[in-house]
């Protein structure tokens, strides 16, 4: 059979108005174009679809089964147009996001929540690297996009600002460096530490400034989250170095003290970072237009 969209369209027009007449309006076609039109498909179906009466048309019983049908035939049609459009809204689909432990902990869960809750079927995978590692990745074509720390390289990558998180020294309240006003990394690193685990994005870029400065921290204790960090520094084990919205989050309830790291890295803002926004799917430009990022035009 050669019938196509528009044929089984003007066949159910016809059919639901009970009028050649009526449907061709309803199709927007001439009453000689749906006449002829209507020849065709009844000779392409070998059988009579229609009883011509004097006041109108109705159906056989061969024009009841393709009426039938066509409908499910342009109700897949019309699903399948909204769901090829949900990919292309960014609304359906995976989008892999790579992000820094300071924004996959602090920053993305209230951000993403709202944009997730809007885009039911779209599911999200944050995958946990340093941002040495996103930036590498990127270059490599291995992601399309993540969130980083500013103090990073990422020449030859666009960079957007989305949030200010500095890093800070957290301390027992009895340190001695507890009333200071700011903290330079290179007093402070011959101390006992509370760490993160092993592998933790955020902890291996904190050892690595260490190394930078031939140093290699006294760890006495390793936490799998920011909280036991808080807690264990709050009773004197040791200090540690948290985002300040870590810091600010916890220290009522474990009471250690924060102050500022003067290190020019611990400076840090989280930036939307990507190679070409022309190059990035529906769903990261969605997403990062609704992290700040301005959207932007092909050159």
Known sequence: MRMDIADLRLFLAIAEAGSITAGAAQANLALGSASERLRTIEADAGTALLNRHPRGVSLTEAGATLAHHARMILQQQAQLRGELQAFAHGARGTLHLYANTAALTNYLPARLAPWLAERPRLHVELLERTSPEVVRAIRAGQAEAGIISDAVDAAGLQQHVVAEDPLVMLLPAEHRFASLR????????????VALADGNALQTYIEDQARDIGRRLDVRIRMKTFEGVCIM?????GVGIVPRTVARQHRRSTHPVAVPLADAWAQRRLCAC??????LSPAMRSLLHHLGVPPQKKA
């Open 182 to 193: 700011s903290v330079a990394f290179t007093e402070v690193a011959g101390e006992t530490f």
């Open 233 to 237: 520094v709050g009773h004197g084990i």
């Open 274 to 279: 990507f190679a070409e926004w022309t190059q």
